[in-house]
T-cell receptor
Framework: KQEVTQIPAALSVPEGENLVLNCSFTDSAIYNLQWFRQDPGKGLTSLLLIQSSQREQTSGRLNASLDKSSGRSTLYIAASQPGDSATYLCAVKVGQAGTALIFGKGTTLSVSS | DTGVSQDPRHKITKRGQNVTFRCDPISEHNRLYWYRQTLGQGPEFLTYFQNEAQLEKSRLLSDRFSAERPKGSFSTLEIQRTEQGDSAMYLC??????????FGSGTRLTVV
């Protein structure tokens, strides 16, 4: 059974710091991996999607990497800002068809000014 | 296109009552998903539709839960005889069949 773990559960940093969020999954046979952002009481916003054949994806200050063989992904946030404060969720898709995403519990990030 | 819409945003109900939530996906998306998220947890899959066909249901979807997607457009999720353990955020997502998902803002259910 696929399980997704995110470490740390919470993280507090001062504005301007670079930071790394970690995601691990138990079964390397994934179709893709996606990072989402969730603001309190809101839905999910997709940040980056990495196909199983890819090693990394970048969008602005965000960079996500994927090491499928070791079952790990990282989300790197450069020059953090208070507006980055949110919960970041990692999710894996295990099949090509309509199979569901399996989520971790998330990392709650707080960036202080 | 305004994205995935969910209604209502919040619902407070008494234990034992029935509730129904609605999801309007992005119009050209043929796949629709329901997830449930409790406090401090990641979303958990409930069910999935491709067009009007319900193709997969999680074990979390007890017989008190039913979902429909008539004509492959909007979807409804009904919970009968609500229990306090049903209190959660119910999230809907749609997909065009490719790798990406678009989530709605969710319906927060509180059972008192």
């Amino acid at each position: 059974k696929q399980e997704v773990t995110q470490i740390p559960a919470a993280l507090s940093v001062p504005e301007g710091e670079n930071l790394v969020l970690n995601c691990s999954f138990t079964d390397s046979a994934i179709y893709n991996l996606q990072w989402f952002r969730q603001d309190p009481g809101k839905g999910l916003t997709s940040l980056l999607l990495i196909q199983s054949s890819q090693r990394e994806q970048t969008s602005g200050r965000l960079n996500a990497s994927l090491d499928k063989s070791s079952g790990r992904s990282t989300l790197y946030i450069a020059a953090s800002q208070p507006g980055d404060s949110a919960t970041y969720l990692c999710a894996v898709k295990v099949g090509q068809a309509g199979t569901a995403l399996i989520f971790g519990k998330g990392t709650t990030l707080s960036v202080s000014s | 296109d305004t994205g995935v819409s969910q209604d209502p945003r919040h619902k407070i109900t008494k234990r034992g009552q029935n509730v129904t939530f609605r999801c309007d996906p992005i119009s050209e998306h043929n796949r629709l998903y329901w997830y449930r998220q409790t406090l401090g947890q990641g979303p958990e899959f409930l069910t999935y539709f491709q067009n009007e066909a319900q193709l997969e249901k999680s074990r979390l979807l007890s017989d008190r839960f039913s979902a429909e997607r008539p004509k492959g457009s909007f979807s409804t999720l009904e919970i009968q005889r609500t229990e306090q353990g049903d209190s959660a955020m119910y999230l809907c997502a749609s997909s065009p069949g490719g790798p990406g998902y678009t989530f709605g803002s969710g319906t927060r259910l509180t059972v008192v």
